[in-house]
């Protein structure tokens, strides 16, 4: 059974920074294209990172130069750190698995 599980989220200040993690499970995680995505509230699913099983990343342009996503195949993690963060960073964020499922997600709040 494939299990993401996403953590790491909070209150955040307004220019501040939180790395999110993703322990996966259930499946070929070092074989795995694996993204980022979230959700505001009252809005749709927005992509924000992707990486490949090689390494190369992609980024949203809106988020590009204030994320950095990775992972670490030994621990089966994804991880998306996040810096200088807007309140319109505020969403739930969830690792997925490339055409797959994706987790339960983790709050983020960017507020003063």
């Known amino acids: 059974e494939v299990q993401l599980v996403e953590s790491g989220g909070g209150l955040v200040q307004p220019g501040g920074s939180l790395i999110l993690s993703c322990v996966a499970s259930?499946?070929?995680?070092?074989?795995?294209?694996m993204n980022w995505v979230r959700q505001a509230p009252g809005k749709g699913l927005e992509w924000v990172a992707t990486i490949n099983p090689d390494g190369r990343t992609y980024y949203a342009d809106a988020m590009k130069g204030r994320v950095t996503i990775s992972r670490n195949n030994a621990k089966t993690t994804l991880y998306l750190q996040m810096s200088t963060l807007k309140p319109e960073d505020t969403a739930d964020y969830y690792c997925?698995?490339?055409?797959?499922?994706r987790g339960q997600g983790t709050q983020v709040t960017v507020s003063s």
């Open positions: 259930g499946f070929t995680f070092s074989s795995s294209a």
């Open positions: 997925a698995i490339q055409g797959g499922p």
